[in-house]
């Protein structure tokens, strides 16, 4: 079965940090872009980092640049996002989304040309 399975999110204080993984079953992400999204309560999904098969590229959202870092290790099947001086408005559930290198229509920002997803982790910010 394909699929891709989030984890690490939880409750943190602001300033805290938090490290998400994302991990692939069924497919090997070696020939895959993946992204980080986020969608907050009331409001529409947003692209947060994106990182190329290659690892060559690396895209940031403005919300997420100096603050966040995506990585990836082919060895374990899994891209990660490393949180640092989280903020409140950090607050939402965190999707990864697996892009087929060269495919059609991929553009990291907007969500387009990921194929597959995972359900999700809730990161939650608050003191």
């Known amino acids: 079965q394909v699929q891709l399975v989030e984890s690490g999110g939880g409750l943190v204080q602001p300033g805290g940090s938090l490290r998400l993984s994302c991990v692939a079953s069924?497919?090997?992400?070696?020939?895959?872009?993946v992204g980080w999204f986020r969608q907050a309560p009331g409001k529409e999904r947003e692209a947060v980092s994106c990182?190329?098969?290659?690892?060559?590229?690396?895209w940031y959202g403005d919300s997420a640049k100096g603050r966040f870092t995506i990585s990836r290790d082919n060895a374990k099947n899994t891209v990660y996002l490393q949180m640092n001086s989280l903020k409140p408005e950090d607050t939402g559930v965190y999707f990864c989304?697996?892009?087929?290198?060269?495919?059609?229509?991929?553009?990291?920002?907007?969500?387009?040309?990921?194929?597959?997803w995972g359900q999700g982790t809730q990161v939650t910010v608050s003191s």
């Open positions: 069924g497919f090997s992400l070696d020939h895959y872009n």
């Open positions: 990182i190329d098969s290659s690892d060559d590229m690396r």
């Open positions: 989304g697996a892009a087929l290198e060269g495919g059609g229509g991929y553009v990291c920002y907007e969500g387009r040309g990921f194929s597959s």
